[in-house]
Structures are given as C-alpha cells and as structure tokens.
C-alpha cells in the first residue's frame, strides 16, 4: 500500500512477489493499477492482460482498470466492449455512466429502455434493479415490477425495500408501497421478532393510510 502511495509500481512488484514468491490475481492487479496511476499504461495493460480473476470482487476490479487502460490508449471499442458487460451483468448508475462515457450520453435512454426490456425477461425479482429503475426515473416501471412480482418480496431484507417503500408512497405508487410494507410487516410476525413491532406498528398504520388509494 505505501508503495503505490510512492507511485513506485516497481517496489509494489518487489512487494508482491517477497510475500509469497508468487504473483497472484490480486498482485496482477495491484501491480497494474500502480503502472496505470504512474502514467505507464502499457506496462499496465501487459500486467493486467496477464491476470486471471478468481473471485467476482477481482473480476470487476480487473475489468474497472482495463476500461481506464483502453480509453487512455484510445481503444474505444475494447473499453465498449467491457462497459458492456459491467453493465448487462449488474445494472446501476455507476455502470451505467461508465457504458455512456463510451457510446456517447445521447444513447441513454435508449440503453435504459433495453434495460427494462431485458428485467422484463429476466425470471426473479432483484432489488438492484428495482433501485436501478428508480434512480433513472422510471418509477412507474419498478412500481409495475413489484406488483406483477409481489410474490417474490422478501420481507426480512429490510434495509433495502423499505427506503423503496417510502419512494413508491412519495410518488403516489400507492399498491406497490402497500405490497412492500405487507412483505416488512408479514416478515416481522412470522419471525416473531418482538424488537421491531414498534416498526411492524408504523407499517400498519401506514397500509391504512394507503388503503385508501388502493382500487385494486
């Protein structure tokens, strides 16, 4: 860490291959992005074509440095390419102004409108692409994603849906709120877990609230 804190990549290889006197996929990682903060983009390239990622973490890092690499040398269709997959593979914000840094900002609500094309035809309900929606405005078709999905909400991942039950209520997506708040609510009674009931209470007097403007 000190050594790529220098800007020295040559003392983070020394580093590397004194631990363990072999180079790993993290050390070829390593190694490459102190090349790449160095200015030497080459020599970054050489070492990160050489790494093979054994876990996902290595995987998107590998693929985060690659991209920086090929758009300084000005290979716009390789870094394309990895933008790409970085995005089909987990869709959110970040990945999302990666891909349109390459094919250009114009192209955005084109590559949104694939997006939910594909979450459509992609069996399960993910919160990231519930969030993903959100975040790009499409509100109405994470709301639709819930209520045609509602069986699939997992109560006990509350950290998650509950800020997007909040959003739904705010913007008036009143049966995709209610089916959420009825997963956090349900999940607390069928564990049992008397700590949250002061929540489970708040839950249910806002399903009230919404009941109201619930026709369906």
């Not at 290889?13 to 363990?20: K, L, Q």
């Not at 080459?42 to 690659?66: G, I, Q, T, V």
């Not at 509950?162 to 956090?184: M, V």
């Not at 399903?207 to 369906?216: F, H, T």
């Amino acid at each position: 860490t000190l050594a790529a804190h220098l800007g020295k990549p040559d003392l983070v290889e020394w580093c590397c291959r004194a631990r363990s006197g072999r180079l790993t996929a993290a050390d070829h990682i390593a190694i490459g992005e102190a090349h790449l903060e160095a200015g030497n983009t080459e020599k970054a390239l050489k070492w990160l074509r050489k790494c093979k990622p054994r876990n996902s973490f290595e995987e998107m890092e590998h693929e985060r440095l690659m991209m920086a690499a090929l758009e300084r040398i000005g290979d716009v269709a390789g870094a394309t390419e990895i933008a790409w997959r970085r995005f089909q593979r987990f869709r959110c914000g970040d990945h999302l102004d990666e891909l349109l840094r390459c094919i250009g900002e114009g192209e955005r609500e084109q590559v949104v409108d694939g997006a939910w094309k594909l979450i459509q035809d992609t069996p399960g309900l993910q919160i990231s692409d519930l969030d993903f929606l959100v975040e790009q405005d499409r509100r109405r078709d994470a709301s639709s994603l819930v209520v045609a999905r509602s069986g699939e909400l997992d109560g006990s991942y509350y950290r998650s849906l509950a800020p997007l039950a909040k959003t739904f209520d705010a913007g008036a997506e009143s049966l995709a709120a209610s089916l959420i708040y009825r997963a956090l609510l349900d999940s607390i009674l069928a564990r049992g877990y008397t700590k949250a009931y002061g929540h489970g209470a708040r839950y249910l007097e806002t399903l009230d609230r919404l009941a109201g403007s619930v026709s369906d």
